[in-house]
């Protein structure tokens, strides 16, 4: 009875820690730019294993309310990771697929402008839909801004047509180390993140906004691109807006 309690007493504890940890990243999605998921992927293991041992050692206590206690509990707690995975499942099948395809040469800040009437037609296909970047890196798109959970790739097309996949993908503060400073070989997407803007007329625009380049760019040279004097050289974009 005694490791029943132990194991039983840990998972209550881990498990009331991750149900607060999933209502904390619940809170900020949305308000913060950069939301770390790391804890609750932590303990998620640890409390499917706790649940296990837990219902395995309450089966074998020969006391009925230690046993059925130990069902309760335990049960309760396993089925938190139960629900985390099935809502993971389901967001990762039903999450909009995007593809943003950049030009080879290109480093700095990346500007995807959606609900411009006059812009570029959206690609969209079964797999889903397809960004083509500019050479100046702001695309102006009639496709609306998507407000549901997104799975992005990104790819660089060489002078041939083809394809690469960026694959490195960084989502948090780089630090300034002596190897990230000297890294000007792997290319990556540095903190994609959505936004909105309203000029002094009253024009508002919803975009995307991602940095492509290696560390040691986004370190000491980065290349950043100014939404407003950009919307200021092209009226445009305001007066043929979609909304």
């Given at each position: ?60 206590n020969p006391s009925k309310t230690a046993r059925w206690t130990g069902y309760l509990l335990n049960g309760c707690a396993l089925a938190v990771p139960a629900v985390v995975a099935a809502l993971v499942g389901t967001l990762f099948v039903s999450a909009t697929k995007e593809k943003y395809i950049i030009p080879s040469a290109y480093e700095g800040e990346i500007y995807v402008v959606h609900d411009v009437a006059n812009g ?124």
């Amino acid at each position: 009875m005694k490791w029943l309690w132990i194991v039983t007493l840990s998972n209550v504890v881990a498990t009331g820690f991750l149900i607060l940890i999933i209502l904390a990243t619940l809170q900020v999605i949305g308000i913060a730019a950069y939301v770390t998921t790391w804890p609750m992927f932590a303990l998620l293991p640890v409390v499917l294993t706790l649940s296990i041992i837990g219902l395995k050692l309450a089966r074998k206590n020969p006391s009925k309310t230690a046993r059925w206690t130990g069902y309760l509990l335990n049960g309760c707690a396993l089925a938190v990771p139960a629900v985390v995975a099935a809502l993971v499942g389901t967001l990762f099948v039903s999450a909009t697929k995007e593809k943003y395809i950049i030009p080879s040469a290109y480093e700095g800040e990346i500007y995807v402008v959606h609900d411009v009437a006059n812009g570029q037609p959206p690609e969209k296909s079964f797999w889903g839909t397809t960004y083509r970047i500019p050479k100046d890196g702001v695309l102006l798109t009639q496709a609306p801004m998507s407000h549901n959970f997104t799975r992005t790739t990104y790819y660089s097309e060489l002078k041939d047509g083809s394809l690469r996949r960026i694959r490195s993908e960084w989502y948090s503060t780089i630090e300034r180390t002596p190897e990230n400073l000297a890294n000007d070989r792997d290319i990556g997407m540095y903190f994609p993140r959505t936004g909105s803007f309203t000029d002094a007329a009253g024009c508002r625009i919803e975009y995307d906004e991602i940095y492509v380049g290696t560390k040691a760019d986004i370190l000491s040279n980065p290349r950043e691109l100014d939404l407003s004097s950009y919307l200021r050289s092209h009226p445009a974009v305001c007066q043929a807006s979609a909304k």
